[in-house]
């Protein structure tokens, strides 16, 4: 088994950022920085909660997403 097989045999699961349900994202997704909801309905709803928010706020939803990231 050469090296891109295993990097493409490895699954990783997160959590969505708007409702909390586990999920395995596209890997592709994941290392272009996308990869963030379970669906798309979820991503658009999410969207518009950040869209909301004001600057106060979005910088610590904005700092808790990338905790979440690194999986701390």
Do not use: H
């Amino acid at each position: 088994m050469t090296l891109f097989d295993k990097a493409k045999s490895i699954k990783i699961t997160k959590s969505c950022q708007n409702c909390g349900k586990e999920f395995t994202p596209d890997k592709r997704n994941v290392n272009r920085g996308w990869g963030l909801c379970c669906d798309k309905s979820c991503a658009a709803t999410y969207k518009n909660k950040l869209s909301r928010m004001s600057g106060r706020e979005l910088t610590k939803e904005v700092r808790d997403m990338r905790l979440s990231q690194l999986g701390i």
